[in-house]
């Protein structure tokens, strides 16, 4: 923990490998699996409330929000080790993270999200993004990278390409760092999330 909030402080974005074991993570990639089969996912759009779109051209995959009244006991671990995390970033750089919005979301092969910041127009809510992978054997040539700007507010410069491998957790600064994910050339499934501020 003690590296990934040194790197967060120093760059704005961390990544930490085996966040969540192989067992608690092929358990949220089944539970993702089943819920997707059940027809529990809706198309992700683009934007907030009334200004809600689904944008093909801009984003492909397919989302079930975390519901905090039917937590799985799978989710609940995986929540109480973001909440871990909530309280050292808070302990770390005073940021006031008060809870924690997320969602499933699965890339169908084919899908994709072009370049974007994580924090919708005029509003301040959103402070840090989450995601952790569920992709178990996930292989070069798989896609579905994580392609993320390193410097805060760039979206030319210097990036970094992140396999998005089981377990694996991925931290940035919300409005800070542009990020997209490659085509995915086999379904490609995670976790996406937001610690708040008030």
Known sequence: MLDFLDHMDRFGWAVMLGCIGAEDSLRLRAECSLAYAAGGFRRAGV????????????????????????????????LAKLELLRLALNQRFFLGLFSFEGHFAIYPEGAFYKAHLDRHAGTSDRLVTTILYLNDD????????????????????VFVLIEPRLGTLVSFIAADHWHEVLPAVKPRMSITGWFLQR
């Open 47 to 78: 934007g907030r409330g009334e200004n809600l779109r689904v944008r093909e051209d801009i984003r492909r995959d397919e989302v079930m929000w975390l519901q905090t009244e039917v937590e799985s006991i799978e989710q609940m671990a995986y």
């Open 138 to 157: 996930w292989q070069p040539g798989d896609g579905g990278e994580l392609k993320l700007w390193t410097v805060a507010g760039d979206q030319v410069g």
